[in-house]
């Protein structure tokens, strides 16, 4: 039960896309469409942004989106705005557990 | 409107138990996967536990296999985290979480947390 590499930071202008990096194994990211992206600001409890590898639950704007090849999942923002600022995590199942990455802290420049 | 609140939270001293409790409200609370997961000061999330609708498959992470116990009560609309045998390395908010219904996902909706802090 590893936890996923996501790079620590990543920065972007407002306007511009990001995109955050995910890693895991066949074991889990890998062998399953099951990749979630989550979104926290400081002091709150995380926010589900992507679920199934691309899916938006509602009320996720569509600048959110996700993709994955192989064993390395990805979150995309685009339109970067201020309030996108916030820690994210990726989080898979991995047969009978789920495992969370480290967590990337966007920054909007 | 749905609603997760946790309770429970609490000082305690390296070795000792507590139980951590998830009440729910505003959704069929028997139909879903709840979880647990931990977020340690400045850290980030870690998947803890959890348990299905009937409350009769579980699982665990293997850092809280043996230790900690996942459980529900569909009929008061509340989940159960039993902690025991806990390490200065069990100091963390403790969020529950509801799966996502039809997918193997954590936490469509989230609590706020509780707090517990393992110290002598």
């Known amino acids: 039960q590893s936890a996923l590499t996501q790079p620590p930071s990543a920065s972007g202008s407002p306007g511009q896309s990001v995109t955050i990096s995910c890693t895991g194994t066949?074991?889990?990211?890998?062998?399953?469409?099951?990749v979630s992206w989550y979104q926290q600001h400081p002091g709150k409890a995380p926010k589900l942004m992507i679920y199934?590898?691309?899916k938006r639950p509602s009320g996720v704007p569509d600048r959110f989106s996700g993709s994955k090849s192989g064993n390395t999942a990805s979150l995309t923002v685009s339109g970067l705005q201020a309030d996108d600022e916030a820690d994210y995590y990726c989080?898979?199942?991995?047969?009978?557990?789920?495992?969370f990455g480290g967590g990337t802290k966007l920054t909007v420049l | 409107e749905v609603q997760l609140v946790e309770s429970g939270g609490v000082l305690v001293q390296p070795g000792g138990s507590l139980r951590l409790s998830c009440a729910a409200s505003?959704?069929?609370?028997?139909?879903?996967?709840m979880h647990w997961v931990r977020q340690a000061p400045g850290k980030g999330l870690v998947w803890v536990s959890r348990?299905?609708?009937?409350?009769?498959?579980?699982a665990y992470a293997d850092s809280v296999k043996g230790r900690f116990a996942i459980s529900r009560d569909n009929a008061r609309n509340t989940m159960h985290l039993q902690l025991s045998s806990l390490t200065v390395d069990d100091t963390a908010v403790y969020y529950c979480a509801r799966g996502v219904l039809g997918a193997y996902g954590v936490g469509d909706y989230w609590g706020q947390g509780t707090l517990v802090t393992v110290s002598s």
């Open positions: 066949s074991s889990d990211v890998g062998g399953y469409n099951y």
């Open positions: 199934e590898v691309n």
């Open positions: 348990i299905n609708g009937e409350g009769d498959t579980v």
């Open positions: 989080a898979s199942f991995a047969g009978t557990t789920w495992v």
């Open positions: 505003g959704f069929t609370f028997s139909s879903y996967w």
